[in-house]
């Protein structure tokens, strides 16, 4: 989301520096990086996954993704949520394409966003949408505080959403899926250092990039056997090698999103 990409702009920076240095040593100036799609897997429907909602402002916006776990709530980002009111939020279930018309769009009763969240690098990137309509689709079921091993290296997990691309690109009009590793704590670490916290964050993607979550994406689900695991919340950039996305490690959170649920 912007706030985060504000915060990651000055390493940023300095990456594509160092790059675009390196580059002009080995490449002829009119070399440009190949596109790289994030959820470069495939286009799907909310139909084969109804528990995906569309986060909107009150002109239809989409801004962020949220996962329906209960009629009336929707797991998401607490970064997508800050500075919001929710007045000011929608909730669109069974909208396959964002200039699509169909499915329900729900008011926001009520706005739970973790009380610990202060920024995305630092954890606790999680919130709780109490709906005021019901949605008749079918939830998704999440992690229980105890299903830690869901995360071990190399597992492979489903990220969706209709966020950019590529990155600094443009949305895609219908929704995208696409399968990503789960990355090693050790190796998140290596890539992100002190930002990489590792009982709140999990990470996924290739070593070499390609595949991954992108501005837009974040709020959505990150699920492993088809249970949501983890929620999209940032990033080095998108799909770029040696820096994977980033995920609320939804099983610390578990406990609070439950209470939430049952409010
Ligand atoms: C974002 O800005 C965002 N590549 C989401 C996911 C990732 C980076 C940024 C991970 O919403």
């Not at 920076?13 to 190949?34: E, F, I, Y």
């Not at 699920?223 to 770029?240: F, H, K, P, Q, R």
Request: charged residues 10%.
């Amino acid at each position: 989301m912007f706030g985060l990409r504000r915060a990651r702009q000055t390493a940023a920076t300095l990456v594509a520096t160092a790059a675009a240095a390196a580059t002009a040593l080995v490449a002829s100036p009119t070399a440009t990086a190949a596109p790289q799609p994030i959820v470069g897997g495939t286009t799907t429907t909310t139909t084969a996954y109804p528990f995906m909602m569309q986060i909107t402002d009150a002109s239809g916006n989409q801004f962020c993704g949220g996962t329906l776990v209960a009629a009336k709530k929707v797991v998401t980002a607490a970064h997508c949520m800050v500075g919001e009111s929710a007045g000011n939020v929608r909730v669109v279930g069974g909208r396959t394409y964002l200039n699509g018309t169909n499915g329900t769009v729900s008011k926001v009763a009520k706005i739970w966003i973790n009380p610990d969240y202060t920024d995305a690098t630092n954890g606790h990137d999680v919130a709780v949408l109490t709906l005021s309509t019901a949605m008749s689709y079918t939830p998704a079921s999440y992690v229980s505080s105890s299903q830690t091993s869901v995360y071990a290296a190399g597992t492979t997990a489903r990220i969706l959403g209709w966020g950019t691309t590529s990155e600094n690109g443009s949305s895609s009009n219908q929704l995208r899926t696409a399968t990503v590793p789960v990355v090693a704590d050790s190796s998140c670490k290596s890539s992100y250092g002190s930002d990489f916290v590792q009982t709140d964050m999990v990470c996924a993607g290739y070593t070499s990039g390609g595949t991954d979550t992108c501005q837009g994406d974040s709020g959505g689900p990150l699920l492993i056997g088809g249970v949501l695991a983890g929620i999209t919340s940032w990033g080095e950039g998108c799909a770029e090698a040696g820096y994977p996305g980033v995920y609320s490690r939804l099983t610390t959170f578990s406990d609070l999103v439950t209470a939430q649920v049952n409010s």
